[in-house]
């Protein structure tokens, strides 16, 4: 079954709304990793993230390993970040995706 | 400037033909990666090297063939392509498997 779960599938803001993405895994894990893909381009690594909180700017990103879970909180949303959201998590030295959470924000 | 290339970046082919993509990358990674990604599916891995001369087979290796003759190029071959193999496919090169991969821009590939 799927190890990785992220939620919302999508999620629509208005700017300067917050928004929080999630990644729940269902086994043990070494690390998670958070990546943003423009629409139609490639992914960019934004967090890697073993565990407790990182933060970048706007973005934060949480991972509770023994609550095998991961969140990305981008904080005043704007326009730009709009796009897909991916979570990886590193197990048994290979990244297993989650689907990804399409983010859009408007004007 | 670390990058990763891929081309074609689009590419059309018929049921049956041979398919080849190609991947360089300078940035003196060991570790390439072939992904294919589709809606609903994330990202999943087809086949991997960990360096040159070296290839091994990822989650989704049937229908696919991959050769790395060198550390910067890693190539993935479709040898008989089928319509379910339309999808966007997407190269990385990584030091470490528990670091970060570097991604290509994706190849979009139609299989009619």
């Known amino acids: 079954g799927q190890q990785v779960q992220q939620s919302p599938t999508s999620l629509v803001l208005q700017e300067g709304e917050n928004a929080e993405l999630q990644c729940n895994f269902s086994t043990s894990l070494n690390s998670m990793q958070w990546f943003y893909q423009r629409p139609g381009g490639s992914l960019i690594s934004v967090f890697y993230n073993p565990s407790g909180t990182k933060q970048s700017g706007r973005l934060t990103s949480t991972t509770v390993i023994k609550e095998r879970r991961s969140s990305l909180h981008i904080s005043s949303s704007q326009i730009t970040d709009s796009g897909t959201y991916l979570c990886a998590m590193e197990s048994n030295y290979q990244l297993i995706w989650g689907s990804g959470t399409k983010l859009i924000i408007k004007p | 400037e670390a990058a990763v290339t891929q081309s074609p970046r689009n590419k059309v082919a018929v049921t049956g033909g041979k398919v080849t993509l190609s991947c360089n990358q300078t940035n003196n990674h060991n570790n390439m990666y072939w992904y294919r990604q589709d809606t609903g599916h994330g990202l999943r891995l087809i086949h991997y090297s960990y360096g040159a001369g070296s290839t091994e087979k990822g989650d989704i290796p049937d229908g696919y063939k991959a050769s790395r003759p060198s550390q910067e190029n890693f190539s993935l071959i479709l040898e008989l392509a089928t319509p379910s193999q339309t999808s966007v496919y997407f190269c990385?090169?990584?030091?470490?498997?528990?670091?970060?991969?570097?991604f290509g821009e994706g190849t979009r590939l139609s299989v009619l």
């Open positions: 990385a090169s990584g030091l470490r498997h528990n670091q970060a991969p570097l």
